[in-house]
């Protein structure tokens, strides 16, 4: 199959292009390599697929559509697989008109050209923020998702009613995706799970936001590769899902869980809790594991374990 990849060279979108390569797929990947973290760290990420004559680079922003049609016009897709989005909870907070304008003025320019090239499949990558300080648990995709407490969190939500409309109006198979804290090697940077990992190594403070009583549902790549991949082979209609391990993780466990894999303590400096950060996330995954057949398979032990590796090696 051909598919259209947004944010391809960054850590989900570069481990599915692998993964798609690896199935004898053709995988064409569109990435602006923005500032948003060392544009480097995503040349490395597909600094192995580069050369692979299936693969094919398209190095742009998903908001300028001139640039977008000229991509659709000259090539035809079974599918596209929208990743590219800004991220991050916090930087959403300080700078909201760049979310809007990317997370939504980019999802609506990649549904509309799907619509204008007949391309009828859709995978979306959302976001377990969508259920802001939900009270029950686990977070099912039938939950209310009206108080989202982020701009970010916010833009997600506005993507999937975006892709519903689409879907309602032009029959495009669309299948939304949650993510819950996804983890494994080639993470961001900013991610709490590889920034506690440097700072232990190199004997800097952690800083701690709150008590170290939140609670993430934290999710290997693999898994979360394999609930894609699941996706794309069964989109029809219209779906949200979960994709999360289903289990929750405090965050005083896992640096404890890290202390252990690393072999060094970690020096802790506790700060206030940060606006816009949830307490608790924690996937219901009955309806991935019914309809898609996902089934996550990596604990946080083995995960982390995993991802030490990956930096220790990357460090030598």
């Known amino acids: 199959m051909r598919f259209l990849v947004t944010g391809g060279a960054g850590f989900i979108g570069s481990h599915l292009s692998e993964t798609l390569l690896k199935r004898g797929d053709e995988v064409y990947c569109i990435d602006d390599f923005n500032d948003y973290y060392d544009p480097e760290i995503k040349k490395q990420n597909i600094h192995r697929i580069e050369k692979n004559s299936s693969f094919r680079l398209f190095k742009g922003d998903i908001c300028d559509y001139d640039f977008l049609n000229e991509i659709f016009r000259k090539n035809s897709f079974d599918a596209v697989i929208h990743l590219a989005a800004r991220a991050g909870v916090r930087p959403s907070i300080k700078n909201p008109l760049l979310y809007q304008r990317v997370n939504l003025g980019g999802t609506l320019n990649l549904l509309e050209l799907s619509r204008l090239f007949g391309i009828k499949k859709f995978i979306l990558a959302s976001s377990s923020s969508v259920y802001g300080n939900n009270k029950k648990v686990p977070f099912s995709e039938e939950d209310p998702v009206d108080f989202p407490i982020s701009p970010y969190a916010a833009t997600k939500k506005g993507c999937e009613l975006l892709a519903f409309t689409y879907h309602h109006l032009y029959d495009i198979s669309i299948f939304c995706l949650r993510f819950f804290t996804v983890y494994g ?132």
Request: aromatic share 10%.
């Open 185 to 316: 090697p080639r993470q961001r940077p900013d991610m709490a799970i590889h920034k506690f990992t440097k700072h232990i190594f190199e004997e800097e403070e952690i800083s701690l936001f709150g008590d170290g009583t939140s609670k993430r549902d934290y999710t290997f790549i693999t898994d979360i590769i394999d609930g894609i991949e699941k996706a794309i082979e069964k989109c029809e209609g219209f779906r949200i899902y979960n994709l999360g391990e289903s289990r929750t993780t405090e965050l005083m466990e896992l640096i404890r869980i890290l202390e252990k894999r690393i072999g060094k303590e970690a020096r802790i400096r506790r700060l206030p809790e940060q606006p816009g950060d949830v307490r608790m996330t924690y996937a219901d995954i009955t309806r991935a594991k019914q309809e898609l057949g996902y089934s996550p398979s990596v604990s946080i032990e083995e995960g982390i374990s995993r991802f030490v590796t990956w930096y220790e090696n990357k460090m030598d």
